[in-house]
T-cell receptor, first 109, second 118 residues
Framework: GIQVEQSPPDLILQEGANSTLRCNFSDSVNNLQWFHQNPWGQLINLFYIPSGTKQNGRLSATTVATERYSLLYISSSQTTDSGVYFCAVLTDSWGKFQFGAGTQVVVTP | NAGVTQTPKFQVLKTGQSMTLQCAQDMNHEYMSWYRQDPGMGLRLIHYSVGAGITDQGEVPNGYNVSRSTTEDFPLRLLSAAPSQTSVYFC?????????????????FGPGTRLTVL
């Protein structure tokens, strides 16, 4: 099956810093989503982005499907950005998502 | 819309007990699925359904049963709970079953059920 690798596995940021999270996948995908799992365990949809670039406030994402990677940018980080960020890819099949292992982000005041 | 709802939020079982985790969505979505999340790991697919009456296995189906008699509901049954099934369980849905580019495959997750098997 498709392999989804996220990097870095852990990230510690000071409030106000910028960061980039990466998601590599081993095969062509029909779709890709980024999620934020907050410290209470809730999974929050960030972006649904098969290709191109999207922005939502301080977050933006870029997927280059032909090169099999996606990037999530966090700018001016805040403590509320702490949590785990997952990417999940949808391959050419029934809508089964394959998740990466996640990037644990800690934003310190 | 309530979105995807799950009950219960928390559950403690003894080894060998059975129980059903409930999942419902009010978005008329074709596709529903169950994932489990173990500490420090991503989500792994247990079972999925592409429509009422149609289910199939995911990556880790052993020990779990599902059925889908209506579009709205997709319960997950643990037949004989084992400590290895201690996990957080998430239900998800999306509009369309077949993968495709563009809108329709965005998955929406419920709040999760934290299950402990002693």
């Amino acid at each position: 099956g498709i392999q989804v690798e996220q990097s870095p596995p852990d990230l510690i940021l000071q409030e106000g810093a910028n960061s980039t999270l990466r998601c590599n996948f081993s095969d062509s995908v029909n779709n890709l989503q980024w999620f934020h799992q907050n410290p209470w365990g809730q999974l929050i949809n960030l972006f649904y982005i098969p290709s191109g670039t999207k922005q939502n406030g301080r977050l933006s994402a870029t997927t280059v499907a032909t090169e099999r990677y996606s990037l999530l940018y966090i700018s001016s980080s805040q403590t509320t950005d702490s949590g785990v960020y997952f990417c999940a890819v949808l391959t050419d099949s029934w809508g089964k998502f394959q998740f990466g292992a996640g990037t644990q982000v800690v934003v310190t005041p | 819309n309530a979105g995807v709802t799950q009950t219960p939020k928390f559950q403690v079982l003894k080894t060998g007990q059975s129980m059903t985790l409930q999942c419902a969505q009010d978005m008329n979505h074709e596709y529903m699925s169950w994932y489990r999340q173990d500490p420090g790991m991503g989500l792994r697919l247990i079972h999925y359904s592409v429509g009422a009456g149609i289910t199939d296995q995911g990556e880790v189906p052993n020990g779990y049963n599902v059925s889908r008699s209506t579009t709205e509901d997709f319960p997950l049954r643990l037949l004989s709970a084992a400590p290895s099934q201690t996990s957080v369980y998430f239900c998800a849905s999306s509009a369309f079953a077949l993968s495709r580019q563009g809108v329709g495959n965005e998955q929406f997750f419920g709040p999760g059920t934290r299950l402990t098997v002693l």
